[in-house]
T-cell receptor
Framework: DVKVTQSSRYLVKRTGEKVFLECVQD?????MFWYRQDPGLGLRLIYF???????EKGDIPEGYSVSREKKERFSLILESASTNQTSMYLC??????????FGSGTRLTVV | GENVEQHPSTLSVQEGDSAVIKCTYS??????FPWYKQELGKRPQLIID?????GEKKDQRIAVTLNKTAKHFSLHITETQPEDSAVYFC????????????FGKGTRLSVIA
């Protein structure tokens, strides 16, 4: 019963490419989040969204943008991929002041 | 903004022993404190959470305690088992509503059989 789905488990992209990471949730949650996970650095917030067409910057938004055209879908965009964006990307969704449900993650390698 | 510190970064215990992971937070307005477990290659999953109007919460072998005055909260795992081996993350959020969780850097727990 997967509830937060990330479209790709592994991706390899070239430097300079535009990269789209997709996330879909089926729990009707208002809030959606993109985190980046790196060893020793924990989970760092990139962007989040409280509602359709709304977005807020997190702690490390540089080099990223997001799109939320529908409530269930939240996309992370790397405008011009760089090697320092090689990482595990985790999408999450939640409702109100509560816990999140995470997706399985996308491991992105930029070469 | 909120800052969450988590200690230790790694922890090894013998099977059957207890494990304690501690977190401190900076913003006294934070009122929601979840703990997530991430097994190798899997997504983080919520295992227990506590709100600021409660001092302690238990669920079988795991418990969380909160000290609002000192701004710290802890995860306690008793009678550890090999399947408890994972990375554990604490987090804090300023409620209500739409404030993102701020996570600690994680603790890698190894339970040695």
């Amino acid at each position: 019963d997967v509830k937060v789905t990330q479209s790709s488990r592994y991706l390899v992209k070239r430097t300079g490419e535009k990269v789209f990471l997709e996330c879909v949730q089926d729990m009707d949650h208002e809030n959606m989040f993109w985190y980046r996970q790196d060893p020793g650095l924990g989970l760092r917030l990139i962007y989040f969204s409280y509602d359709v067409k709304m977005k807020e910057k997190g702690d490390i938004p540089e080099g990223y943008s997001v799109s939320r055209e529908k409530k269930e879908r939240f996309s992370l965009i790397l405008e011009s991929a760089s090697t320092n964006q090689t990482s595990m990307y985790l999408c999450a969704s939640g409702r109100g002041a509560g816990g999140y449900t995470f997706g399985s993650g996308t491991r992105l390698t930029v070469v | 903004g909120e800052n969450v510190e988590q200690h230790p970064s790694t922890l090894s215990v013998q099977e059957g022993d207890s494990a304690v992971i501690k977190c401190t937070y900076s913003d006294s307005a934070s009122n929601y404190f979840p703990w997530y477990k991430q097994e190798l290659g899997k997504r983080p999953q919520l295992i227990i959470d506590i709100r600021s109007n409660v001092g302690e919460k238990k669920d079988q072998r795991i418990a969380v305690t909160l000290n609002k005055t000192a701004k710290h909260f802890s995860l306690h795992i008793t009678e550890t088992q090999p399947e408890d081996s994972a990375v554990y993350f604490c987090a804090a959020s300023i409620g209500p509503g739409n404030t993102p969780l701020v996570f600690g850097k994680g603790t890698r727990l190894s339970v040695i059989a």
